[in-house]
């Protein structure tokens, strides 16, 4: 025995570490892509230090014409391209659209003072705010109006105290009347809505003669008339109610001027919130950062979607992905069960189980095709024909329009093969002592299935909820066919009979990053909300899916059957 | 009835011609007689897995209220033969038979018959312990329940007619509404018992019931099956010859598909007429 024969290595070693190397490829990847998006998505809440700098005098890069002076937070810090002496340049928030025109501004450090180059100045008093409209500003303050004559200036001890109050009390009295418009304005709306659609359901294919000539329907419209008078004149004394509030808001107003000398006077309920950022210590920064954080996922869009939350995307998700849980897991165990249990194993089924596989395979648009054409005309068509003739008469469609009902089931239909391949591994997993055991005690072949079978596979099926969930929740191609939509005014669940609203057309988050990714006009200031609601969809169906684990792991300690 | 055993034996190893086989049973008659008899296999009962026959020409009586035991090497069909009292191997497709079984006089083969039906007089307990993944109590009243039977009082009734029958009460009794999986592998073989008693069977079909436990597990076992024997006929299939003399009261002898030898446990294997038995039960081959 030579040493030299004993140091033969054995075959297929590299093999390992091919293996290894696709592994840690596949997983480098995906963690540098949650990485990207955590760190992008995340970092959006967190307040930036705003600095007030100077240009040289012969920069081409002012931000304004007059001045060789700006103010902004740093939102980008990179090397020119195609420089190879390392020089910088900074992408600065600078916000005030209303009055510059654009909100970022790509500033090469060169073209900064000598003073500003080595080290950027941040002046303490100034303040950010965000509005209403035309994104975030960033100002000295100069004065405020409280009421018709009384005036504040700035320079007044308690000043920022006083206007931090009056903005949180605007905001106090914003909540209420948008409450009030959608809540009670909304319930009225909806009940007028319906009053005119009967109205329109009998006059429909009769001219204003006929209509006048038949006294039975004249009645019939005027006593509809009446009826939707007593709704306007509910709806009236809401509105004032609101256009009170509305009012209120104007009633005090902010006086500030940018650092590159405008001036500009605003209403205080046109402000959101007013900050400091220089001011920050940690603890400030942590709750502006949980406080945004917070606003993010629970307010509704603003401006186009490109400011504000985006709680009704969330929600709409979130119910779409429910209810197609809901279609699909009975209709995919059920084929499943067939499939596996009872159907004679020949060319048919084994036609049918490529067929159900290459379902998996057909693009997601082909599916938003069909559900446009098989559930939106067909089943929403038929469904309104029959139960909602008022609607069909007045040519609007009551289910005969996409919304989150056919969405869901359009996506449940696409995830089917997913429900059912993993359905039919886990039945398959199902010992067959266990089986017998059952039919040995008299069961009949449901019996088995239904009391043994399907509890033992119960965590099976719940792998296969979670992969339809991560499927379906994520795609966005066939719901942009079925119902999904830019805004909507309402949410699919509320507080208006009958609470659950399947004809709704919905907000959904992976339709709302195209949008404000792909169809918004500043895509410098949609690239925050684009990472902030990536970040947002993988967390929701992160959280769905750990749900759906835990459950999986409670039935697995349950039903695990220690014997095979 | 063991003078009679030496008959069929002889029959076995001259050619097993149909004449013979005939007379095979009729000594088994005397073997077993009529009223003794509750499972007759008979007219050459043979058993088919597609094209391949594993069953040959079997005729044989199984007394009422005793255990036989099903003795061979691996593969001689003492299994499927087991499998077919309760037509468990309907399960398989493309499965044939010819010849009877009839138990309590009543082919098992009848058209009319529901295998339901037969499962329920017919109990069965398997080679490797099979609980269902539920509770104890649950175990226990499955055949009830799966025949509709919800009572209550019933089934509590039964449950502990049925653990204490199968020796098992004492130590589940605080436990019946845990889940049968937390037991000790003895513990739920004894469970598998109690189950396939709960619908108070006539026969209870047990496949190698004791290959997987220890032997402490399988002396319990063995106890249980001499006691369970005053009220059911108990079929036991098993490769160990020790366990074989130990619990039955009658031994058959399988090799290749056919009966060899059938007759008492004690002549069996003290005193084989057959020149294969007399290998096998002396561990030379099998």
Same mark, same amino acid.
């Given at each position: 025995?030579?040493?030299?024969?004993?140091?033969?290595?054995?075959?297929?070693?590299?093999?390992?570490?091919?293996?290894? +190397?696709?592994?840690?490829?596949?997983?480098?990847?995906?963690?540098?892509?949650?990485?990207?998006?955590?760190? %992008? *998505?995340?970092?959006?809440?967190?307040?930036?230090?705003?600095?007030?700098?100077?240009?040289?005098?012969?920069?081409?890069?002012?931000?304004?014409?007059?001045?060789?002076?700006?103010? *902004?937070?740093?939102? +980008?810090?990179?090397?020119?391209?195609?420089?190879?002496?390392?020089?910088?340049?900074?992408?600065?928030?600078?916000?005030?659209?209303?009055?510059?025109?654009?909100?970022?501004?790509?500033?090469?450090?060169?073209?900064?003072?000598?003073?500003?180059?080595?080290?950027?100045?941040?002046?303490?008093?100034?303040?950010?705010?965000?509005?209403?409209?035309?994104?975030?500003?960033?100002?000295?303050?100069?004065?405020?109006?409280?009421?018709?004559?009384?005036?504040?200036?700035?320079?007044?001890?308690?000043?920022?105290?006083?206007?931090?109050?009056?903005?949180?009390?605007?905001?106090?009295?914003?909540?209420?009347?948008?409450?009030?418009?959608?809540?009670?304005?909304?319930?009225?709306?909806?009940?007028?809505?319906?009053?005119?659609?009967?109205?329109?359901?009998?006059?429909?294919?009769?001219?204003?003669?006929?209509?006048?000539?038949?006294?039975?329907?004249?009645?019939?419209?005027?006593?509809?008339?009446?009826?939707?008078?007593?709704? %306007?004149?509910?709806?009236?004394?809401?509105?004032?109610?609101?256009?009170?509030?509305?009012?209120?808001?104007?009633?005090?107003?902010?006086?500030?001027?940018?650092?590159?000398?405008?001036?500009?006077?605003?209403?205080?309920?046109?402000?959101?919130?007013?900050?400091?950022?220089?001011?920050?210590?940690?603890?400030?920064?942590? *709750?502006?950062?949980?406080?945004?954080?917070?606003?993010?996922?629970?307010? %509704?869009?603003?401006?186009?979607? +490109?400011?504000?939350?985006?709680?009704?995307?969330?929600?709409?998700?979130?119910?779409?992905?429910?209810?197609?849980?809901?279609?699909? +897991?009975?209709?995919?165990?059920?084929?499943?069960?067939?499939?596996?249990?009872?159907?004679?194993?020949?060319?048919?089924?084994?036609?049918?189980?490529?067929?159900?596989?290459?379902?998996?395979?057909?693009?997601?648009?082909?599916?938003?095709?069909?559900?446009? *054409?098989?559930?939106?005309?067909?089943?929403?068509?038929?469904?309104?024909?029959?139960?909602?003739?008022?609607?069909?008469?007045?040519?609007?469609?009551?289910?005969?329009?996409?919304?989150?009902?056919?969405?869901?089931?359009?996506?449940?239909?696409?995830?089917?093969?997913?429900?059912?391949?993993?359905?039919?591994?886990?039945?398959?997993?199902?010992?067959?002592?266990?089986?017998?055991?059952?039919?040995?005690?008299?069961?009949?072949?449901?019996?088995?299935?239904?009391?043994?079978?399907?509890?033992?596979?119960?965590?099976?099926?719940?792998?296969?909820?979670?992969?339809?969930?991560?499927?379906?929740?994520?795609?966005?191609?066939?719901?942009?066919?079925?119902?999904?939509?830019?805004?909507?005014?309402?949410?699919?669940?509320?507080?208006?009979?009958?609470?659950?609203?399947?004809?709704?057309?919905?907000?959904?988050?992976?339709?709302?990053?195209?949008?404000?990714?792909?169809?918004?006009?500043?895509?410098?200031?949609?690239?925050?909300?684009?990472?902030?609601?990536?970040?947002?969809?993988?967390?929701?169906?992160?959280?769905? %899916?750990?749900?759906?684990?835990?459950?999986?792991?409670?039935?697995?300690?349950?039903?695990?059957?220690?014997?095979? | 009835?063991?003078?009679?055993?030496?008959?069929?034996?002889?029959?076995?190893?001259?050619?097993?011609?149909? @004449?013979?086989?005939? @007379? !095979?049973?009729?000594?088994?008659?005397?073997?077993?007689?009529?009223?003794?008899?509750?499972?007759?296999?008979?007219?050459?009962?043979?058993?088919? &897995?597609?094209?391949?026959?594993?069953?040959?020409?079997?005729?044989?009586?199984?007394?009422?209220?005793?255990?036989?035991?099903?003795?061979?090497?691996?593969?001689?069909?003492?299994?499927?033969?087991?499998?077919?009292?309760?037509?468990?191997?309907?399960?398989?497709?493309?499965?044939?038979?010819?010849?009877?079984?009839?138990?309590?006089?009543?082919?098992?083969?009848?058209?009319?018959?529901?295998?339901?039906?037969?499962?329920?007089?017919?109990?069965?307990?398997?080679?490797? &312990?099979?609980?269902?993944?539920?509770?104890?109590?649950?175990?226990?009243?499955?055949?009830?329940?799966?025949?509709?039977?919800?009572?209550? !009082?019933?089934?509590?009734?039964?449950?502990?007619?049925?653990?204490?029958?199968? !020796?098992?009460?004492?130590?589940?009794?605080?436990?019946?509404?845990?889940?049968?999986?937390?037991?000790?592998?003895?513990?739920?073989?004894?469970?598998?018992?109690?189950?396939?008693? !709960?619908?108070?069977?006539?026969?209870?079909?047990?496949?190698?019931?004791?290959?997987?436990?220890?032997?402490? @597990?399988?002396?319990?076992?063995?106890?249980?099956?001499?006691?369970?024997?005053?009220?059911?006929?108990?079929?036991?299939?098993?490769?160990?010859?020790?366990? @074989?003399?130990?619990?039955?009261?009658?031994?058959?002898?399988? &090799?290749?598909?056919?009966?060899?030898? &059938?007759?008492?446990?004690?002549?069996?294997?003290?005193?084989?007429?057959?020149?294969?038995?007399?290998?096998?039960?002396?561990?030379?081959?099998?």
């Amino acid at each position: 025995m030579k040493l030299e024969d004993l140091k033969q290595r054995p075959a297929g070693e590299p093999m390992v570490w091919l293996t290894a +190397m696709g592994l840690a490829l596949g997983t480098v990847m995906v963690v540098c892509l949650l990485w990207v998006i955590f760190v %992008n *998505g995340i970092t959006v809440f967190w307040p930036k230090p705003v600095y007030q700098l100077e240009l040289d005098a012969n920069s081409t890069h002012r931000v304004s014409a007059e001045t060789n002076v700006f103010a *902004g937070a740093i939102s +980008m810090d990179r090397e020119i391209t195609g420089a190879d002496d390392g020089t910088r340049e900074y992408q600065f928030f600078v916000g005030n659209k209303d009055i510059y025109g654009f909100m970022y501004k790509f500033v090469p450090q060169a073209d900064l003072v000598e003073s500003d180059r080595t080290k950027l100045t941040q002046p303490k008093d100034i303040m950010v705010a965000e509005r209403l409209e035309y994104g975030n500003a960033i100002f000295y303050p100069v004065s405020m109006q409280l009421g018709t004559n009384e005036v504040l200036r700035a320079e007044t001890p308690d000043f920022t105290t006083k206007l931090y109050a009056l903005v949180e009390e605007c905001n106090e009295r914003r909540a209420k009347y948008t409450a009030l418009e959608k809540k009670d304005i909304g319930r009225i709306n909806h009940a007028i809505r319906k009053i005119d659609i009967q109205i329109k359901a009998l006059t429909a294919n009769k001219t204003t003669k006929e209509v006048q000539a038949d006294a039975a329907l004249t009645a019939q419209i005027d006593a509809k008339e009446k009826e939707k008078e007593k709704w %306007n004149a509910e709806y009236e004394i809401l509105a004032k109610q609101a256009e009170e509030m509305r009012e209120a808001q104007e009633k005090d107003s902010l006086t500030y001027r940018l650092v590159t000398g405008e001036e500009k006077t605003l209403p205080l309920g046109d402000f959101v919130h007013i900050y400091q950022p220089n001011q920050f210590g940690f603890g400030d920064k942590v *709750g502006f950062f949980v406080s945004q954080f917070w606003g993010f996922l629970s307010e %509704n869009p603003r401006e186009a979607n +490109m400011e504000g939350g985006i709680f009704p995307a969330i929600f709409g998700t979130f119910v779409m992905t429910v209810l197609m849980s809901i279609a699909v +897991m009975p209709f995919g165990v059920l084929a499943a069960i067939y499939l596996r249990e009872y159907a004679k194993d020949g060319l048919f089924v084994r036609g049918v189980r490529i067929a159900v596989n290459n379902l998996a395979g057909v693009p997601s648009i082909v599916f938003g095709a069909f559900g446009v *054409g098989f559930f939106i005309y067909m089943a929403g068509g038929t469904i309104d024909r029959l139960f909602f003739p008022d609607y069909v008469a007045s040519k609007v469609p009551y289910f005969g329009t996409g919304g989150i009902l056919w969405a869901s089931l359009t996506l449940a239909l696409m995830t089917v093969p997913v429900v059912v391949v993993s359905t039919e591994e886990a039945l398959a997993a199902v010992p067959r002592a266990v089986r017998e055991g059952a039919l040995a005690c008299g069961a009949s072949k449901w019996q088995t299935i239904q009391r043994v079978v399907l509890p033992a596979s119960a965590p099976g099926l719940l792998t296969g909820l979670i992969l339809a969930m991560a499927r379906g929740a994520g795609e966005v191609a066939p719901l942009m066919l079925v119902g999904v939509v830019k805004l909507a005014p309402e949410l699919p669940i509320d507080s208006v009979a009958p609470f659950i609203h399947l004809d709704y057309k919905f907000m959904h988050l992976g339709f709302h990053i195209y949008d404000v990714g792909f169809q918004s006009p500043d895509s410098e200031a949609a690239k925050p909300m684009v990472f902030a609601t990536t970040f947002l969809l993988i967390l929701l169906v992160v959280v769905m %899916n750990l749900a759906a684990i835990l459950i999986r792991n409670h039935l697995k300690k349950k039903y695990s059957t220690s014997a095979f | 009835m063991t003078t009679l055993m030496s008959e069929p034996e002889t029959q076995e190893t001259s050619k097993p011609q149909p @004449a013979d086989q005939t @007379a !095979a049973g009729s000594t088994e008659d005397k073997a077993v007689n009529d009223s003794e008899t509750l499972i007759e296999v008979k007219d050459n009962f043979g058993f088919n &897995y597609g094209s391949t026959q594993v069953l040959f020409d079997l005729n044989l009586r199984i007394p009422n209220r005793k255990v036989t035991a099903l003795i061979g090497p691996s593969g001689c069909g003492k299994s499927t033969l087991l499998r077919c009292f309760n037509r468990m191997n309907d399960l398989i497709d493309g499965i044939s038979h010819t010849g009877d079984i009839t138990i309590g006089g009543q082919s098992i083969f009848d058209p009319a018959l529901e295998i339901i039906s037969l499962r329920k007089k017919v109990g069965m307990v398997f080679q490797k &312990y099979n609980p269902f993944p539920k509770t104890i109590y649950e175990n226990v009243v499955f055949s009830l329940r799966v025949s509709g039977r919800n009572n209550k !009082a019933l089934l509590d009734e039964t449950v502990e007619r049925s653990l204490r029958r199968s !020796a098992l009460w004492d130590e589940v009794k605080d436990r019946l509404h845990e889940s049968a999986l937390g037991l000790s592998g003895g513990q739920m073989q004894r469970l598998c018992i109690a189950r396939a008693i !709960a619908n108070e069977p006539e026969v209870i079909l047990m496949d190698e019931p004791c290959s997987a436990l220890d032997p402490i @597990a399988t002396g319990k076992i063995e106890e249980l099956i001499d006691e369970l024997k005053t009220d059911y006929t108990i079929v036991i299939v098993t490769h160990n010859m020790q366990q @074989a003399t130990r619990v039955s009261d009658r031994t058959a002898f399988f &090799y290749l598909g056919k009966l060899i030898e &059938y007759g008492e446990t004690t002549k069996l294997f003290t005193n084989p007429q057959e020149k294969r038995t007399e290998d096998y039960v002396s561990g030379r081959f099998g």
